[in-house]
Nanobody, 120 residues
Framework: QVQLVESGGDSVQAGGSLRLSCAAS????????MGWYRQAPGKQRELVAR???????TNADSVKGRFTISRDNAKNTVHLQMNSLKPEDTAVYYC??????????????WGQGTQVTVSS
């Protein structure tokens, strides 16, 4: 079994910053891509940022220049530094990871989500 646990969600004013963290635990042999997605009320879940094992990143256009994704392969963690937050960034943020686990099988895993609320 693999668990992803997010932390760092909070309520902030526009222009503020937050740092989200996600730790993967359980039976883990390797992790390929890790990423952050978000879902606002009444909207579909969308990609925020992803990072490969070797550090290559992909960011949604809406967060380029404001959000930075990073990871620590030794600790099986991924982080999202969010600066210059806007009210439209308000959403539940989910961590995702592609993990090689029991039986040497790859699977996609999700965290439970952490709420980010940005007020104007």
């Amino acid at each position: 079994q693999v668990q992803l646990v997010e932390s760092g969600g909070d309520s902030v004013q526009a222009g503020g910053s937050l740092r989200l963290s996600c730790a993967a635990s359980g039976i883990i042999f390797s992790i390929r891509g890790m990423g952050w997605y978000r879902q606002a009320p009444g909207k579909q879940r969308e990609l925020v940022a992803r990072i490969t094992r070797d550090g290559s990143t992909t960011n949604a256009d809406s967060v380029k220049g404001r959000f930075t994704i990073s990871r620590d392969n030794a600790k099986n963690t991924v982080h999202l530094q969010m600066n210059s937050l806007k009210p439209e960034d308000t959403a539940v943020y989910y961590c995702n990871a592609n993990v090689k686990t029991t039986g040497l099988l790859w699977g996609d895993y999700w965290g439970q989500g952490t709420q980010v609320t940005v007020s104007s």
